[in-house]
């Protein structure tokens, strides 16, 4: 019975350490959110799954506005923790079933399913009050500083504005521009 049981510990515990290394693989180690390659896969599938049902997902594009600034006055260490809350600040706004992705550097997408631009729209509104009415509390290693942050948000609708994974990240990330053009801290949905 001992040696069952032990036996049996360990294969739960290597169970366990599997699992950890499967959702690490998938993950941001900085912001915790998923990471470019479990993006690429959920956009993948929810496409299929727009195309195969007909229901819109929106898919957000998020970037936070003059980030360079932050890097270049107060280091990078400052910037990873303006990402890391921003990545709390997001994760707060979304259903459980959206899934918020950090795509690299300072933009992170969202993907609502089930949602269309009005729903997206809605969230992006959302995500912007949340992110530029409450400063940013962060740690320069001596002192404490508040910084305003705000981000702009490009909105492509899959089923509307493109019917390939592919073709949605486009289209978000032109809306994207297109809010930053329109003078950041704002949202925009794709036009094609």
């Known amino acids: 019975l001992k040696t069952f049981a032990g036996q049996a510990a360990i294969a739960v515990e290597n169970v366990l350490l599997h699992r950890q290394a499967q959702r690490l693989s998938l993950t941001d180690p900085l912001t915790g959110l998923w990471n470019y390659r479990f993006m690429q896969t959920s956009l993948r599938r929810e496409a299929e799954r727009v195309r195969r049902y007909q229901r819109p997902s929106a898919l ?3 970037d936070l506005d003059r980030f360079k600034a932050v890097n ?4 990078h260490p ?3 923790q303006v ?15 959206d899934l918020a992705f950090r795509h690299g550097g300072e933009e992170f997408m969202v993907l609502l399913p089930e949602t269309d631009a009005a ?21 320069d290693g001596g002192s404490g500083l508040e910084l305003n942050i705000t981000v702009s948000v490009g909105i492509a609708v899959m089923g509307e504005h493109a019917d390939t994974a592919a073709g949605a990240l486009a289209a978000a990330d032109e809306a994207l521009y297109a809010a ?11 036009t094609s």
């Not at 930053?180 to 794709?190: C, L, N, P």
């Open 119 to 139: 729903g997206g729209a809605a969230v992006a509104e959302r995500l912007g009050r949340a992110v530029a009415d409450r400063p940013f509390k962060v740690s």
């Open 78 to 80: 400052v910037g990873d």
């Open 60 to 62: 957000l594009a998020i």
């Open 180 to 190: 930053k053009a329109a003078g950041r801290d704002t949202w925009r949905i794709a």
């Open 83 to 97: 990402l890391v809350e921003l990545s709390r600040r997001v994760t707060g706004q979304i259903r459980e079933v």
């Open 72 to 75: 270049d006055t107060y280091g």
